[in-house]
């Protein structure tokens, strides 16, 4: 593996470190202010709270990871199951991850028929 390749693990490890810093430091904080009675102001705040997993599909789709995929689908479950904020953030993922598997294919599909094509010369 080159180095460009290993800088570009090492990127996407540093983005996905912070982006979990943050979203646990939020719920830290939501936590601290949410009451712990079992109001409906409390459904409000689970309502209030953004899915981990569609940030994180949003994340990985705009870095053009396949994963999108995966946490896409998994969050919009959890988002239908608990009422929790970020449909539009997983629906945007998965657009993208798709949008990867496409790119990927065409040129997959491109370099078979180049290597496939015989060579005049």
């Known amino acids: 593996m080159s180095a460009e390749g290993i800088g570009g693990f090492v990127m996407l490890a540093v983005v996905i470190v912070i982006v979990v ?12 202010s949410t009451p712990v009675t079992f109001e409906p102001a409390q459904a ?6 953004t ?9 990985f789709g705009i870095l053009g990871g396949y994963l999108a995929i995966i946490f896409g689908h998994l969050a919009l479950g959890q988002i239908k199951r608990s009422g929790e904020q970020g449909r539009g953030l997983a629906i945007t993922g998965l657009i993208l991850g798709y949008f990867w598997v496409a790119v990927t294919a065409i040129i997959v599909i491109g370099v078979i028929i180049r290597i496939a094509q015989p060579e005049h010369g």
């Open 51 to 59: 899915n981990t997993l569609a940030i994180l599909a949003l994340v």
């Open 44 to 49: 409000q705040a689970v309502a209030d709270r």
């Open 21 to 32: 810093i943050l979203v646990r430091r939020g719920k830290r904080l939501a936590a601290q």
